[in-house]
Structure formats: structure tokens, C-alpha cells
């Protein structure tokens, strides 16, 4: 079946250290990934993609890879800070067949000043 | 600052009450999703429209629930009859397709409680 995996346990680190999130899916072969960003009692905010060619891209503090040969995708914030505390979401889009972004269930990120 | 919205932000309603969730996608997107997010399931694709045609609305329980857009300012939500299950909250969410990729601007979401 087909699965998208991220840590459901809470990510804690100290400020100004770099935070890794994971993403692992089963049985997709995706055309991209995305990352998104929830803050409670609000909608998830986009932040990156990555084609399946790609594999690193930047912007500003964040980076993400994608390795397609591990079926994984890792999103890292560079000098973490507080305000970077949320619930992160990988979401990816099937190169075939249905057209619609699958979500995974998210990852809560905790930076302590 | 374009954005999606959604009414009502909460709803409470009884048992077997019919439900109705409004969307107003950015202008100018011609994507809308609804999303259905709990803790136990996540955020679970209901259903989604392209230029208004409904493309798939396979993630949504059919004797129940009803998707539609009237026009292209407005997606519509509905559940009836609803039960203590459907409680969730309910996102819209749209984007503008371009060389089969896009983002996916989310509204605040509809917080629904089914007592």
C-alpha cells in the first residue's frame, strides 16, 4: 500500500542548531515534493518544491533534498529560531494517475530559546 | 494580499443536521481542493475541481457529503445528514496549475463539531 512516513514524535532543539525533518514514502513514484507549514488553528503555508530530477533546493534558511533511489526527502532549517516552531507536512504529487497532492501526517517542530 | 477564504470559521451542530461549508478561491486559481484534517487521519484530500469540472471526488463518502462550484468564486461543502464522525476541520484550498505543477494556498479551514 501506499504510505508517506514522517516522525510523529515532536522534534525539540535548541535554538541556532540546524533542524532535520524526515519524509519517507512507499509505493509512489513522484513527479515532486513539497513542504508546507502549519501553525495551529491555521491552513498549512507552502514553502518549497523539488522536482523528481532535482535533488537539493534552497531558499533563505531552509533546504530540502529529495532522493528518489531511498524514497526520501529531508527538510532542514538552517540557525533555527523560535518563531520556526510548527507542524512541518511533506506532500507529494504521483507522476501518474490522480493529480492531487497526498499529504503526510506532519512533523511538530519545537525551538527552545 | 489574495487569499482563500472559508465560512464559517466553527460550526457546532446536532446529529443529522445538514452542514454547509463556503469557499472563496484567490482569483484567478483554477484548482480547488477540499481537505478534511483530524488528528487520527491527517489532512485527507475530499475532493478537487479544475475550471469548476469536479476531477476527483474519490476521497469523499458519497451517500453524504456534496461538492460544488456554483461559479468560479465559489466552492461549496456540503454534508447531510451529518454525524459525530464528520467532525474535523475542513480546508479549501486552491492554486493555479501551470506545466502540471502548483502550490496550494489553504484558507483558515472550518472547524466543525457534530454533537
Known amino acids: 500500500s501506499q504510505k508517506i512516513e514522517q516522525n510523529s514524535e515532536a522534534l525539540n532543539i535548541q535554538e541556532g542548531k540546524t533542524a532535520t525533518l524526515t519524509c519517507n514514502y512507499t509505493?509512489?513514484?513522484?513527479?515532486?515534493l513539497q513542504w508546507y507549514r502549519q501553525d495551529p488553528g491555521r491552513g498549512p503555508v507552502f514553502l518549497l518544491l523539488?522536482?523528481?530530477?532535482?535533488k537539493e533546493k534552497r531558499k533563505e534558511r531552509l533546504k530540502v533534498t529529495f532522493d528518489t533511489t531511498l524514497k526520501q526527502s529531508l527538510f532542514h532549517i538552517t540557525a533555527s529560531q523560535p518563531a520556526d516552531s510548527a507542524t512541518y507536512l511533506c506532500a507529494l504529487l504521483e507522476g501518474t494517475g490522480r493529480r492531487a497532492l497526498t499529504f503526510g501526517s506532519g512533523t511538530r517542530l519545537q525551538v527552545q530559546p | 494580499d489574495a487569499r482563500v477564504t472559508q465560512t464559517p470559521r466553527h460550526k457546532v451542530t446536532e446529529m443529522g443536521q445538514e452542514v454547509t461549508m463556503r469557499c472563496q478561491p484567490i482569483l484567478g486559481h483554477n484548482t480547488v481542493f477540499w481537505y478534511r484534517q483530524t488528528m487520527m487521519q491527517g489532512l485527507e484530500l475530499l475532493a478537487y475541481?479544475?475550471?469548476?469540472?469536479?476531477?476527483?471526488d474519490s476521497g469523499m463518502p458519497k451517500d453524504r457529503f456534496s461538492a460544488e462550484m456554483p461559479d468560479a468564486t465559489l466552492a461549496t461543502l456540503k454534508i447531510q445528514p451529518s454525524e459525530p464522525r464528520d467532525s474535523a476541520v475542513y480546508f479549501c484550498?486552491?492554486?493555479?496549475?501551470?506545466?502540471?505543477?502548483?502550490?496550494?494556498?489553504f484558507g483558515p479551514g472550518t472547524r466543525l463539531t457534530v454533537t
Open positions: 523539488i522536482r523528481e530530477n532535482e
Open positions: 484550498a486552491s492554486g493555479l496549475v501551470v506545466g502540471g505543477i502548483y502550490e496550494q494556498y
Open positions: 509505493n509512489y513514484s513522484p513527479a515532486y
Open positions: 475541481f479544475r475550471n469548476r469540472a469536479p476531477l476527483d
